[in-house]
């Protein structure tokens, strides 16, 4: 009787792990397509001749953000709105990198750690966006232009 009970739970765990596996990767498949459509423009509008990243900015407007190497060979930052009608392109050297940019929001704030630091598009400038918990356990978001650092905005969520 123990060894049914054991495979029935070993079967129901095998099944909602496939389950979630399956749904994680249904919802993730129309965000793929989409990157894989704006890389595809990208190359074609001739902005990135290969690409080496992309991902996915929701702020204000929504824009993909593609990093790779121009003609040139120069590496350059492509942000695309989501309608194609817009693009913005920078060389990666025009900007401030990422570790640039978490120095500047650790002078800032107190960071107890950083969750995530993304490039986005917002009032027309390229951004990074950096989430992080400071030192009272609260989310918190900062906005800086990628072309020097200068502050754009910042909130912090309250945690009840």
């Not at 894989?36 to 001739?46: F, T």
């Not at 790779?68 to 693009?87: L, P």
């Not at 490039?119 to 020097?148: C, H, M, Q, S, W």
């Amino acid at each position: 009787m123990k060894k049914w009970i054991i495979i029935i739970i070993l079967v129901l765990i095998i099944l909602f792990t496939g389950a979630g596996v399956y749904a994680y990767q249904l919802i993730r498949e129309p965000l793929l397509h989409e990157l894989n459509q704006a890389e595809s423009y990208v190359k074609g509008q001739k902005l990135l001749t290969e690409v080496t990243s992309a991902s996915y900015y929701h702020g204000t407007d929504a824009f993909y953000v593609l990093i790779g190497s121009t003609e040139e060979g120069s590496e350059a930052i492509v942000w695309v709105s989501e309608d194609y009608d817009f693009h913005h392109v920078e060389l990666q050297t025009d900007g401030l990198s990422k570790e640039d940019a978490l120095a500047i929001v650790h002078q800032e704030d107190n960071i107890k750690g950083i969750q995530s630091v993304k490039l986005g598009f917002e009032r027309g400038l390229p951004v990074y966006e950096i989430t992080y918990l400071n030192e009272e356990n609260r989310k918190g978001y900062y906005y800086l232009t990628f072309a020097d650092g200068t502050f754009m905005k910042r909130y912090v969520l309250r945690t009840n």
